[in-house]
């Protein structure tokens, strides 16, 4: 059974930051990793999408990485700001086709 | 145009009710999923549906049943509500393989 973990769980970091976000899956045999974004109280934002065919996934600020050799997926985010402030989830799609999340990180970006 | 589209967005209802909360995508994908999103904000899914045929059911109580009329629709019944099923519902639709999951606003379950 897919897990899925994320690390750290909370960061709160000043503006201007570039920010690595981690996530790691215990079963290599993935279609593809997804990164969402979620505003309290809201739904789920798609950031980037990798398909285990990829190595990364750039869209703007944001750069996605995989490996699936070592079970891992980051998340860099360049010159953070005040608006990046979210919860990132990251979600993992295995031999079900089901999306498995991890718990998320909580990012704070203060002025 | 909203691509997943839930409602309600809130409800609240008293233990031992009944509800329901649909769900409706546009995209013209096969696959339907409900998932629970609990106090901790840990997403899990319910259920999934690929062309209107169940695939998976994560041991979800049978309290909770998903019917899907067609493929763009996939509503979710709870019966005899209790109070540990307040939490946050999401819908979400893809391709199977290789394509963007996509998620509904989510609806905001309270029973009291």
């Known amino acids: 059974k897919q897990e899925v973990t994320q690390i750290p769980a909370a960061l709160s970091v000043p503006e201007g930051e570039n920010l690595v976000l981690n996530c790691s899956f215990t079963?290599?045999?993935?279609?593809?990793l997804q990164w969402f974004r979620q505003d309290p109280g809201k739904g789920l934002t798609s950031l980037l999408l990798?398909?285990?065919?990829?190595r990364e996934q750039t869209s703007g600020r944001l750069n996605a990485s995989l490996d699936k050799s070592s079970g891992r997926s980051t998340l860099y985010i360049a010159a953070s700001q005040p608006g990046d402030s979210a919860t990132y989830l990251c979600?993992?799609?295995?031999?079900?086709?089901?999306?498995?999340f991890g718990r998320g990180t909580s990012l704070i970006v203060h002025p | 145009d909203t691509a997943v589209s839930q409602t309600p967005k809130y409800l609240v209802t008293q233990m031992g009710n009944d509800k329901s909360i649909k769900c409706e995508q546009n995209?013209?994908?096969?696959?339907m999923y409900w998932y629970k999103q609990d106090s901790k904000k840990f997403l899990k899914i319910m259920f999934s549906?690929?062309?209107?045929?169940?695939?998976i059911n994560e041991t979800v109580p049978n309290r909770f049943s998903p019917k899907s009329p067609d493929k763009a629709h996939l509503n979710l019944h709870i019966n005899s509500l209790e109070l540990g099923d307040s939490a946050v519902y999401f819908c979400?639709?893809?391709?199977?393989?290789?394509?963007?999951?996509?998620f509904g606003q989510g609806t905001r379950l309270t029973v009291v």
């Open positions: 979400a639709s893809s391709q199977v393989v290789n394509t963007e999951a996509f």
């Open positions: 979600a993992a799609s295995g031999g079900s086709y089901i999306p498995t």
């Open positions: 079963d290599s045999a993935i279609y593809n």
């Open positions: 995209l013209g994908h096969d696959t």
């Open positions: 549906y690929n062309n209107k045929e169940l695939i």
């Open positions: 990798i398909q285990s065919s990829q």
